[in-house]
């Protein structure tokens, strides 16, 4: 599929969604946006997050930058390289151990 669908799983992300729709619901006074709040606990776990293949590579190549040690801008841009030009990614960071 050209975009794959998956439940939300943070709690995060369900609050996000009920402030979206929540708007969404004063701002056209939308009575499914209401029914939806009425009985969020149920609502919720029917919407499905949709994150196409090539965002979801990036977010995955970003995590693989920051465990070998880049934050931010630059595990960005190392994912970017990665998926543009075929740079590859850095190594994970090791942890040397020192004995005290």
């Known amino acids: 599929t050209l975009f794959p669908c ?7 992300e369900s609050q996000h969604l009920r402030d979206l729709i929540w708007q ?5 006074g939308s009575q499914l ?20 293949h090539d965002f979801a590579a990036m977010l995955d190549a970003i995590a693989a930058a920051e465990a070998a040690g880049l934050s931010g801008e630059e595990a960005v841009l190392a994912a970017f390289e990665w998926r543009t030009q075929g740079k590859p990614l850095p190594e994970p960071a090791t942890i040397n151990a020192t004995n005290d």
């Not at 998956?6 to 995060?12: A, D, V």
């Not at 969404?24 to 056209?28: D, I, K, P, Q, R």
């Not at 946006?33 to 196409?52: G, I, Y």
Request: hydrophobic residues 50%; proline residues 9%; charged residues 20%.
């Open 6 to 12: 998956t439940p939300l799983q943070e709690r995060e």
């Open 33 to 52: 946006a209401w029914q939806l709040l009425a009985d969020w606990e149920a609502s919720w776990p029917r919407f499905v997050k949709v994150v196409p």
């Open 24 to 28: 969404h619901a004063a701002a056209t």
